[in-house]
């Protein structure tokens, strides 16, 4: 009990190299998502392939993981500038450096190859690419927009909330909205079976706020060196009872009235994994760079490195890949599941070496910017202050 008393305080402020690797695991889940979701279905797979494209299909939490880390990093920055001047001019300018140019670039892409409608390049533009139908587009134009209309969506309301509330406020809203959506979820599971449940920022603040929830707790001290273990235990034990219930259910497929209801619960475990995965690197947080690491994390790092522009652009590669290769050995069926393992590891290649051009020689131009326009110095923190995330 001693020694814990006398642990060193929790590293959160500044750079926190961990959160790197743990963006470049979101990314790859992402990418094996997309790269098998639909082009080879596993249940109507009866090779080896069946259960890896049956674990594949949960890589889609991936995005989640980056709403948990965006909730904490932003929320971050808001709390800690909170009572400065100029707080929303400096975060929103700091936010268009970060997203807009190689946003706009993608749709500029997009709009040449014409693989979306001027009515989507508008909703885009609007960051409603998840509701499109309100302007006569379709949000299935360019999926992969529709989580950073969630992020935008949550973070024009975000910042009043947290500059106008105290931090014991803040947390009273996330508990209050944690309660709010599962009724929520469970009203529309009960009642109203095709109501969209995935694409929709109601439906996905939750994920933001947990990471939010994070900071707050932090800086009110209730997270401790002493205690954080226990937290992490405790949601990670969460994950562990409710994902396999969650493959169950998805391997059962029954609209038994039931199952529906146990569903909205099981989606909790992946929310529950992640937050003990962000828990777990603000404990081991030592707040150093160039620390000697192995090939593994290197990895997770690089991709972290150029996740956004990876993100943008890497659907639009496995989509042109598959109209170049439909009806050549290459396209993915049941009879050549080889063809979709390396359809997948060419089109990731492929996307990995757009995103870091993009990153290297295009958005860091502009994300040099954000320092001398727009600068956050925090001089309780003798470190580069944290990396926003997208």
């Known amino acids: ?45 009866t090779t080896w392939l069946r259960w890896p494209l049956l674990a594949a299909q949960y890589g889609s939490s991936g995005v989640q993981l980056f709403f948990v880390l965006s909730g904490f ?20 300018v700091r936010r268009a450096l970060r997203i807009l140019p190689a946003y706009l670039l993608m749709l500029t892409v997009l709009k040449l190859d014409h693989v979306v409608s001027w009515r989507f390049i508008l909703a885009a533009l609007l960051y409603i690419a998840n509701m499109a139908s309100l302007i006569g587009a379709r949000s ?31 947390t009273r809203v ?36 947990s990471g939010a929830l994070i900071a707050i707790c932090l800086r009110r001290n209730l997270l401790r060196r002493e ?11 969460v994950a562990l009872v409710l994902w396999p219930l969650m493959v169950y259910l998805d391997i059962l497929r029954t609209p038994a009235l039931l199952i529906r209801e146990i569903r909205v619960v099981s989606s909790y ?38 996740s ?20 050549t050995a290459l396209s993915p069926d049941g009879s050549r599941p080889w063809a979709l393992l390396l359809n997948t590891g060419i089109c990731i290649l492929i996307s990995t070496a757009i995103a870091y051009l993009s990153r290297r020689y295009f958005e860091d131009l502009f994300l040099r910017q954000k320092d001398r326009v727009v600068p956050y110095r925090d001089p309780a923190v003798n470190e580069k202050p944290v990396a926003e995330s997208v």
């Open 174 to 209: 996330i508990l209050g909205y944690y309660v709010f959506v599962f009724a929520l979820r469970l009203v529309c599971v009960l009642h109203f079976p095709h109501v969209d449940l995935r694409y929709k920022l109601w439906f996905n603040a939750d994920s933001l706020m």
């Open 269 to 306: 475990s992946q929310l529950a994994a992640y937050s003990a995965l962000l828990l777990l690197v603000i404990r081991s947080n030592r707040g150093v760079t160039g620390e000697k690491t192995g090939l593994a994390a290197r990895l997770l790092v690089f991709f972290g490195y150029i």
């Open 308 to 327: 956004y522009g990876l993100y943008l652009v890497h659907q639009l590669i496995f989509s042109t890949f598959d109209r170049w290769v439909s009806g």
């Open 73 to 92: 990093l932003i929320s971050s920055i808001l709390i800690d500038t909170a009572g400065k001047q100029d707080y929303y001019r400096k975060f929103y």
């Open 140 to 170: 299935t134009e360019y999926g992969a927009l529709w989580s950073l209309a969630v992020e935008e969506q949550f973070y024009l309301i975000w910042p009043v909330v947290v500059r106008r509330l105290s931090l014991k406020s803040l």
């Open 1 to 45: 009990m001693e020694l814990a008393r006398n642990a060193p305080a929790l590293r959160y402020k500044g750079y926190i190299p961990g959160l790197d690797i743990l963006r470049g695991a979101a990314i790859l889940l992402v990418l094996v998502y997309h790269g098998t979701d639909g082009r080879l279905p596993w249940e109507f797979t």
């Open 227 to 237: 205690t954080i273990t226990h937290w992490i235990g405790g949601l990670a034990a």
